[in-house]
């Protein structure tokens, strides 16, 4: 149990930051895909130099990139926390309001702003954990922005922390926030060199207590089908018709065991994202998701069979199939170098919780990071039904992320 006396500023910070609109675009070319992120990283950095934090910066690409000094004659590895600043194109991040349930009873919380968002009891059993806590939602309308505004909160207070607390020893810290993390660009541009990390965390897990150090690997296919067009008033015996024969595709996926819609735990899933096109040409895309590369393999060539088998209604017609790597599992790496999880481990029962190890159902910027060069796990950061208008957060969950964090530094000075 931690012996440190913390005056935690997170909910205050949060509660901030959460009213910015940072959402990414996975329409746009631009790096940041929306210039808006750049807002909040822009405060971000204006904050850390206000602490002292000298270096801190925004960058063209919308990173920010801080160092806390080493205050210890030890050789410590330089270890860097990392969060990202932009929320989910899924649901509005634009004029958030959040809301907090003080000393939370238990049951269903209805949001003020739609009364037909209705966080419940029973669809979140998380929340059985939160008696009594603080918790943090939106009034409904929009999502909240705790993936992962809450790891950003988390990250500053401890810097607030450690430059406050000078008696607490520690090597160099390093902090990045990232943009477009939720649209898959979230270390396209990252300067490693400049960052001058030898391990890091990410702060974007779920439950208190959880670390993950274990990925989806991830692929995405395109199916690009090339039909048979006519005259649709002539078209009979001519016409093979694009849009069909992609419709006909996915019909025939798995009905289980094969979508995200019917799979948990360490299942893999093919998932269709999008259908385009008209009678002549239609794509289809998809992401492939399994925590090995076999398994990604297995799910491909079923995919590939189920469009080879359609094809043969429509001889004259043909397609291309083609994937592309997206990321792999982090695992292969952290299992590397076993000390960064222990480390982290340690820091969450010095913080008074029981240490998890999970495994994500996704991908962070720690994934592409590890294979990077920069061995990155992920740590809880407190959020829940992320993507969502039912997201929430508890102000306890986010202190004790805090509170993680800095044992953790505290463990790498030890250790050194």
Not at 93 to 118: F, N
Request: charged share 25%.
């Amino acid at each position: 149990m931690s012996s440190l006396t913390f005056s935690h500023t997170v909910t205050e910070r949060f509660l901030r930051y959460v009213t910015i609109d940072t959402q990414s675009d996975p329409e746009s070319p631009a790096s940041p895909s929306t210039e808006k992120q750049k807002d909040l990283g822009r405060v971000l950095a204006a904050e850390l130099k206000a602490m002292g934090v000298a270096d801190a910066h925004l960058d063209d690409y919308g990173y920010v990139y801080a160092t806390i000094p080493a205050n210890t004659d030890k050789k410590v590895p330089v270890i860097c926390f990392c969060s990202h600043m932009d929320t989910s194109p899924d649901c509005s991040g634009k004029d958030v309001k959040p809301q907090v349930v003080k000393d939370y009873r238990g049951g269903d919380i209805t949001l003020p702003g739609d009364s037909s968002q209705v966080i419940r009891f029973a669809e979140h059993p998380a929340l059985k954990n939160q008696i009594g806590n603080d918790i943090i939602t939106t009034d409904g309308t929009t999502l909240l922005g705790a993936d992962n505004k809450a790891g950003v909160a988390e990250i500053m207070d401890a810097a607030h922390f450690f430059i406050n607390n000078p008696q607490v020893k520690h090597g160099t810290i390093k902090i990045l926030f990232t943009p477009d993390e939720e649209i898959g660009r979230g270390v396209d541009n990252v300067d490693l060199k400049k960052l001058g990390a030898d391990f890091g965390y990410t702060m974007d897990g779920e439950s208190a207590g959880c670390v993950e150090d274990e990925t989806f690997s991830a692929d995405g296919a395109t199916i690009t089908i090339n039909g048979v067009s006519a005259h649709p008033g002539y078209a009979k015996g001519k016409m093979e018709h694009a849009i069909k024969i992609a419709a006909a595709i996915v019909e025939r996926l798995p009905k289980e065991g094969c979508s995200p819609e019917t799979t948990s735990g360490k299942q893999g899933f093919l998932h269709p994202i999008g259908i385009d096109g008209a009678l002549e040409q239609a794509t289809l895309s998809f992401i492939v998701r399994d925590f090995t590369e076999e398994g990604l393999k297995e799910k491909e060539i079923l995919l590939e069979g189920i469009v080879k088998d359609v094809m043969k209604d429509y001889p004259r017609s043909s397609y291309k199939f083609e994937v592309k790597e997206q990321y792999r599992n982090m695992k292969q790496v952290i299992d590397r170098h076993p000390h960064i999880l222990e480390y982290a481990i340690e820091a969450i029962r010095r913080a008074g919780l029981r240490p998890m190890r999970t495994a994500i159902r996704g991908g962070t910027d720690g994934s592409r990071l590890s294979f990077m060069g920069l061995p990155c796990p992920n740590i809880f950061a407190g959020e829940h039904a992320f993507h969502s208008r039912l997201e929430w957060v508890s102000r306890q969950d986010m202190e004790k992320a805090v509170q993680t964090i800095v044992h953790l530094a505290m463990i790498w000075e030890e250790k050194a």
